[in-house]
């Protein structure tokens, strides 16, 4: 595994400011001070230290490696949902993941290995540091909920794209623990688990204003859901999601509103990874989520990568809100009043990443102020239908998968009729195709389909290969720089 020492660690000042620290080391004549920075000699003292620390860790989640290419990449490009887009010449490597011919040199896999890693030390540094500090002891377990929660969600990020892994959980002492060798999957499900365990115990169920966009109660359990998701342990699945059922949240009522930024960390909102356009800070205003995905060729849009397929447009039931409300049609105008031209390199763009061209300030990423939606009370109601079912509750099921097809109804009888059928082969289908459509573009349906055990039957015709493609590879980076103590997953 690479150094994850980080030398330069990144501290947050509030969620979406930056300041440094580095390393405490002798001074010489030579040695400049870098503007912002702290040594580390000097930092971990105090109750702002580890508010400094705890922030540093949310600023990163919206880096380059946690929300652009790599993401996209990792946990977008393989579903059938979504292809490269942008122009044919450019970032074919994409391509690669579309085919599942990725090579494991390819920089987007340890792109997005590094953006993880990175999060998880952030993590361990206040889980290491704070608990030394004297400080208000409530805020000092928050933080430490706070951090936990994070690397729950970083690991959770790691161990479905790629397996077994690297599981560190405290901050290496020296060289000699820097590189270590992969743990089983299992391992790393337990650690995840324990995390979002203790951070349930501790998270408040709402924040102030000036706290919005941190982790809460409903964040870690509706996380634990997921992660048990993936482990089909349907009961905790289940129980983990009628707790959050109860937290207060809803479902806005018009389907396309939850992805614009005036609905950011609003009542649907379970967790997001915060953004902003910070006036006279470009490098603050560091997003690029929206940047790389928006309309390409026009001001205010974007780069035009990771676009819907003619698959994805075909999957909506015929009069589905849902579908206009995720795929920007080349020709059309936006319901913001944006006009996309009828000709250009893409016929689709993804609308959930979109900005209206109208917000868009020069010198800025485009579509930098848009958050980065992780977990949506939608996707709760659709894991508690999905639990329940399997567990041969299928009222249960049918209820909560009801509240989802009524917001996109929106009062319209004609269209997305209410599913009644108690079969539990046939209701778990409608529950798949439901998640498949309303979260369409939200890096879950790649993940989804290799669960659902539908790899071979889905994919197939793109090239996936069962046996292998249930994870990518190990960037060959890692497996080099650990002198062959990691050891690359099977089939590549």
């Known amino acids: 595994m ?48 580890a508010a400094k620390g705890v922030n540093s860790i949310y600023a990163n989640l919206r880096a380059w490696g946690n929300t652009a290419f790599p993401a996209i990449a990792v946990e977008s490009m393989g579903a059938d949902e979504a292809e490269k887009g942008s122009s044919p010449t450019d970032a074919t490597y994409f391509n690669d993941y579309d ?60 161990v479905r794209a790629f397996g077994d892994i690297p599981l560190r959980t405290t901050v290496a002492a020296d060289a000699s623990e820097y590189n270590i060798a992969k743990s089983p999957k299992a391992q790393v499900y337990a650690l995840i688990e324990s995390d979002l365990n203790d951070a349930a115990a501790v998270l408040p169920q709402s924040y102030l204003a000036t706290d919005l966009g941190r982790a809460t109660k409903g964040a870690a359990l509706g996380l634990h859901a997921k992660v048990a998701m993936y482990q089909k342990k349907w009961s905790d699945v289940l129980s983990y999601t009628n707790s959050v059922m109860t937290l207060g949240y809803s479902l806005l009522p018009v389907y396309d509103n939850v992805f614009r930024v005036a609905a950011e960390n609003g009542v649907e909102s379970v967790f997001e990874i915060q953004a902003a356009l910070i006036p006279g800070n470009a490098a603050a205003s560091n997003s690029q989520y929206s940047q790389v995905q928006g309309v390409r060729g026009v001001t205010g849009g974007g780069w035009g990568f990771n676009v819907p397929t003619a698959a994805l447009a075909a999957a909506f039931e015929t009069g589905d809100p849902r579908r206009d409300a995720t795929i920007i049609f080349r020709g059309e105008t936006t319901p913001q009043g944006d006009v996309i031209a009828a000709t250009g390199d893409n016929p689709m763009y993804n609308q959930k990443s979109y900005v209206p061209f109208s917000m868009y300030v020069s010198g800025f ?27 041969g509750n299928s009222a249960q099921a049918i209820s909560s998968l009801e509240i989802v097809r009524a917001r996109a109804r929106q009062g319209n009888a004609a269209i997305l009729p209410k599913v009644t059928s108690t079969d539990q082969t046939t209701l778990r289908n409608a529950i798949w195709k439901e998640r498949q459509v309303e979260l369409a573009m939200e890096y879950d349906r790649y993940f989804d389909v290799i669960r659902q055990g539908r790899g ?28 062959g103590l990691l050891t690359q997953n099977p089939g590549y």
Do not use: H
């Open 2 to 49: 690479k150094n994850i020492i980080y030398k330069n660690a990144v501290l947050g000042i509030g969620l979406l400011g930056l300041v440094t620290i580095t390393p405490g080391c002798k001074k010489s004549f030579l040695d400049v001070p870098t503007q912002a920075e702290q040594a580390s000699g000097t930092f971990w003292v105090d109750q702002n230290d």
């Open 99 to 158: 085919t599942f011919s990725v090579n494991p040199a390819d920089g987007q896999l340890s792109g997005f290995w590094n953006a993880q890693y990175q999060n998880i030390f952030l993590a361990n540094q206040v889980l290491t540091n704070v608990p030394k500090i004297s400080m208000d002891a409530a805020l000092k377990s928050r933080y430490l909920a706070e951090a936990k929660f994070i690397r729950a969600l970083s690991y959770f990020r790691l």
């Open 365 to 391: 990423n485009e579509g930098c102020q848009q958050n980065f939606r992780v977990l949506r009370y939608s996707d709760i109601l659709l894991m508690n239908a999905e639990a329940a079912n399997e567990l």
């Open 456 to 483: 071979t039957a889905v994919f197939g015709p793109k090239g996936w290969k069962a046996n292998k493609n249930e994870v990518w590879p190990i960037p060959q980076t890692e497996i080099d720089i650990s002198g």
